[in-house]
C-alpha cells in the first residue's frame, strides 16, 4: 500500500454566525488578534525603552495606544486601496461603493506597508487636533513625539511581521492566496468550495448534511493528481435510494467537474461511487481526484514569525541605542525578499497576471526591496544619534 503525503483542507472559515447572519470568521479573529498581541509587544517595548519611572511608563502606555489606532486604520484602509489599485482598478472604478464591501474580500499587503509608511510619517511629526484645528492647519499641529521617524518605524517593523504571521493564518483558514499544483503526491488539497457548493441550502431544501474527504490508499498518484474518496451524508428526510444515485451522478458529479481548481473529475468519464444505508441515512462514498498545492500561506506565515523572532533579537541587543531605520531596513528587504520568491509557488490572483513575466505581487516586491537596502546603509553609514536616549 502507497503511502501518501499531503493533507486535506475542509476547514470551515465561519466561526460562528451573529444573529444568525452575519458570518464572523477565523480570518477576522487572525487578524484582530495580530493587532491585540503587537500592541502588547509594543507595550513592553516602550516600557523597557522608558526605564523605571512611573510617569515615563504611562505615557508609553498612551503612546502605544495612540500609535496602534494609526496603524489599525492605516493597515485596512491602505491593503483595501492597494488591492483596488494595483488588481481590480476598472472593477471598483465601475462600481466605486464596492470599495467599501469588505465582507468581500481584497486586502493587499503592499498596499498596507504604504499605508502605514504615510500614516507613521503623520504620526512622527504631527498631531491631530479637534480643539486649535482649522482649514488652515488641516486639524494637525506640528508635534515631536520623542522618537525620530525610522524609530518609530523600526518598533512598529518588529510587530508586523508578528501581525503578518496570523494575517497568513487566516488566509489559510480562508483556503485563499492558494498555492500552485505541486503534480505530486505531497501539498494541500483545499476542498472547501466544493463542500460550500454541495452545502448551500438558502432555501433549507437541499439533500445534503454532511461533506467529509479522505485519502485513498488503495490507489495512487495519477497524472499528477491524488486520490481522495468523498463521503456526502444525505438529511434523514430522503428516502429514495435510485434518486440518491441520481443526484451523486448529475448534481454531485457537476460540482466535481467544475471545481478544476481543487478536483480533477472529468465530466466524460464515469464517476465511480457507491451508496448505503446505515440508520435510514443514506451515505454516498466517491472515488474522485484531487489536485494537491503548495500551502504558501503557510510559508509565509512561518517565515513571518521567524523575521519577527529576529527583528525583537536585534531589538533587544541595544534596545533605544539600535540604529534608526535598521530594523524597518531588516524587515522590508528579508520579508520582500522572500515574498518575491513566494510568488512562484502562488497561483495569480487575477487573470492580466498571467501574460507577466513577474506578477504583480513580483513587481511591488522590488522597490520594498531596494527601499530596505537603502535604509539598512543608510542606518549602518550615518551617525544619526537616535532620539529619546
Do not use: C
Not at 527601499?371 to 542606518?379: K, N, R
Amino acid at each position: 500500500m502507497h503511502s501518501l503525503n499531503f493533507i486535506i483542507w475542509n476547514f470551515d472559515p465561519t466561526l460562528f454566525n451573529l444573529f444568525g447572519e452575519f458570518p464572523v470568521r477565523w480570518y477576522g479573529l487572525f487578524f484582530a488578534s495580530g493587532f491585540l498581541l503587537s500592541q502588547q509587544v509594543l507595550f513592553y517595548i516602550h516600557k523597557t525603552e522608558a526605564g523605571a519611572s512611573l510617569e515615563k511608563r504611562k505615557a508609553a502606555e498612551q503612546y502605544v495606544e495612540s500609535v496602534t489606532i494609526y496603524m489599525i486604520i492605516a493597515t485596512i484602509v491602505g491593503a483595501r486601496l492597494g488591492h483596488v489599485l494595483f488588481y481590480q482598478p476598472m472593477d471598483y472604478l465601475a462600481h466605486p461603493l464596492r470599495i467599501l464591501n469588505l465582507r468581500e474580500g481584497g486586502l493587499a499587503s503592499h498596499g498596507g506597508g504604504l499605508g502605514i509608511f504615510f500614516a507613521l510619517w503623520l504620526f512622527a511629526n504631527y498631531r491631530f487636533n479637534l480643539k486649535e484645528g482649522s482649514l488652515k492647519h488641516f486639524f494637525f499641529i506640528k508635534h515631536n513625539r520623542g522618537y525620530s521617524y525610522p524609530q518609530i518605524l523600526d518598533r512598529l517593523a518588529i510587530v508586523v511581521a508578528l501581525t503578518g504571521t496570523l494575517i497568513r493564518m487566516g488566509n489559510f483558514t480562508n483556503s485563499e492566496i492558494i498555492g500552485k499544483p505541486t503534480h505530486s503526491d505531497w501539498g494541500v488539497v483545499f476542498a472547501r468550495s466544493a463542500t460550500d457548493a454541495l452545502t448551500y441550502d438558502p432555501k433549507g431544501t437541499s439533500w445534503i448534511e454532511a461533506v467529509d474527504y479522505s485519502k485513498d490508499e488503495t490507489r495512487t498518484l495519477q497524472d499528477g493528481y491524488v486520490p481522495i474518496n468523498v463521503q456526502v451524508t444525505f438529511k434523514k428526510s430522503v428516502k429514495d435510494q435510485p434518486a440518491v444515485e441520481a443526484f451523486v451522478r448529475s448534481a454531485i458529479k457537476t460540482v466535481l467537474s467544475r471545481n478544476t481548481k481543487h478536483f480533477h473529475q472529468p465530466n466524460a468519464a464515469p464517476l465511480p461511487f457507491k451508496v448505503t444505508q446505515s440508520k435510514g441515512q443514506f451515505k454516498a462514498e466517491i472515488a474522485t481526484w484531487g489536485v494537491a498545492r503548495q500551502p504558501s500561506q503557510l510559508y509565509e506565515s512561518l517565515s513571518s514569525f521567524l523575521i519577527f523572532l529576529l527583528l525583537f533579537y536585534v531589538w533587544s541587543r541595544k534596545k533605544i541605542a539600535t540604529p534608526p531605520g535598521l530594523l524597518f531596513g531588516l524587515l522590508m528587504s528579508i520579508m520582500f525578499t522572500l515574498r518575491f520568491l513566494y510568488e512562484f509557488t502562488k497561483e495569480n490572483q487575477v487573470a492580466f497576471e498571467d501574460n507577466m513575466a513577474l506578477n504583480m505581487g513580483q513587481w511591488l516586491s522590488i522597490p520594498f526591496v531596494l527601499a530596505g537596502l537603502a535604509m539598512i546603509y543608510w542606518s549602518l553609514t550615518t551617525k544619526n544619534k537616535p532620539l529619546n536616549q
